[in-house]
Every structure is written in C-alpha cells, then in structure tokens.
C-alpha cells in the first residue's frame, strides 16, 4: 500500500439554514466533479445580515482528494 498524496481545493458553500448546510452545499457539489474526495477543513465563517437577521451563511472550506493512482485512505 502506498501513502496518498493529496490535491486540496478551496471551496465555498453557502446557506439560508446554517453553517453546517453551508457545508454539506460545498462537498456536495464538489462530489459530482471531484472523485476520491477524503476531507476537509474550515478556514473562514462569514455571512449575509437582512433585516436585522441572518441572511445567508458562507463557509469557506479546503477539501482533499486523493490523487488517482493512490489507494491509502485518508
């Protein structure tokens, strides 16, 4: 078994719920082009005010994948 190498991206993923959609919103979408998609991390928490409220949440996060080739899991 060899050690992965990874590739990271920055992504950011927004919400009208919560932070955590923001989230899930960013992975999920980078799931239907990104194969072998194994973390992430938060690097910023920021969002929108509305009317004196929360207008949208925006989460940006930098996930890994491994390179093809690799089969260590991660």
């Keep these: ?3 992965p190498t990874y590739k990271i991206v920055e992504l950011v993923g927004t919400s009208e ?3 955590s959609d923001a989230i899930d ?3 999920k979408k980078a799931a239907q082009s990104i194969r072998h998609l194994g973390w992430f991390e938060v690097g910023q928490v920021r969002g929108s005010i509305a ?3 929360v207008g949208r949440y925006q ?3 930098k996930a890994g994948f491994t390179l ?3 089969t260590g899991a991660g």
Excluded: F, L, Q, R
């Design 68 to 70: 093809e080739g690799d």
């Design 51 to 53: 009317d004196g409220k």
């Design 25 to 27: 919103n960013a992975i």
């Design 1 to 3: 078994m060899t050690d």
């Design 59 to 61: 989460v940006t996060i």
């Design 17 to 19: 719920k919560s932070i």
